[in-house]
């Protein structure tokens, strides 16, 4: 069975700052997708990036990006310039390629300080 | 697009009674998912479905909740008898067939 672990509970960045959310997963598939989802106050789930594992070069959302290393089976979330309205938890997320069973990690709750 | 639609937003009702949660998905996505999130357990699987056909229900706790899909545009997750350890957030989810899924909105249960 897959796992998506998120090592960090709770984070803190400086607004304007940059910060990095750590995940690791752990499969014996080839195929496969990863998320980062965030969760403001308001509940809702809000995707906000994705790599597909047979793509090498990292994916990119404006301030969002990550780094996907395959190998290590790591996929960090690094936010540029923060802003407050970044504060969230946020979810890393793996689905397999051939089924639509997401597992998600346990969750990051960033805290952004003015 | 209007996105996942979830009905009721919140939902307060007496241990013991029939609760529906409702859902619409996005037009056009094949599968829909039930979540279900709490502080202690995080957000869990309930079940989901593939084309209006229940794939995986392997998640769902116990006899007493039982999904449906009738058509593509609606989806039901009803919990009878309900109680206080049912309080928790339900998500519905939509997907594009295998990729990333579309949250709606939640609704929040409290069982008394």
């Known amino acids: 069975a897959q796992t998506v672990t998120q090592s960090q509970p709770e984070m803190s960045v400086q607004e304007a700052e940059t910060v990095t959310l750590s995940c690791t997963y752990d499969?014996?598939?080839?195929?496969?997708?990863l998320f980062w989802y965030k969760q403001p106050p308001s509940r809702q789930m809000i995707l906000v990036i994705r790599?597909?594992?047979?793509?090498?070069q990292n994916a990119t959302e404006n301030r969002f990006s990550v780094n996907f290393q395959k190998a290590a089976k790591s996929f960090s979330l690094k936010i540029s310039d923060s802003q407050l309205g970044d504060a969230a938890m946020y979810f890393c997320?793996?689905?397999?390629?051939?089924?639509?069973?997401?597992?998600f990690g346990t969750g990051t709750k960033l805290q952004v300080i003015p | 697009d209007a996105g996942v639609i979830q009905s009721p937003r919140h939902e307060v009702t007496e241990m013991g009674q029939e609760v529906t949660l409702r859902c619409k998905p996005i037009s056009g996505h094949n599968s829909l998912f039930w979540y279900r999130q709490t502080m202690m357990r995080g957000l869990e699987l309930l079940i989901y479905f593939n084309n209006n056909v229940p794939i995986d229900d392997s998640g769902m706790p116990e006899d007493r909740f039982s999904a449906k899909m009738p058509n593509a545009s609606f989806s039901t997750l009803k919990i009878q008898p309900s109680e206080p350890r049912d309080s928790a957030v339900y998500f519905c989810?939509?997907?594009?067939?295998?990729?990333?899924?579309?949250f709606g909105p939640g609704t929040r249960l409290t069982v008394t």
């Open positions: 499969t014996s598939e080839s195929d496969y997708y």
């Open positions: 989810a939509s997907s594009p067939q295998g990729n990333e899924q579309y």
């Open positions: 790599q597909e594992a047979y793509k090498q």
């Open positions: 997320a793996y689905i397999s390629g051939g089924y639509q069973k997401v597992t």
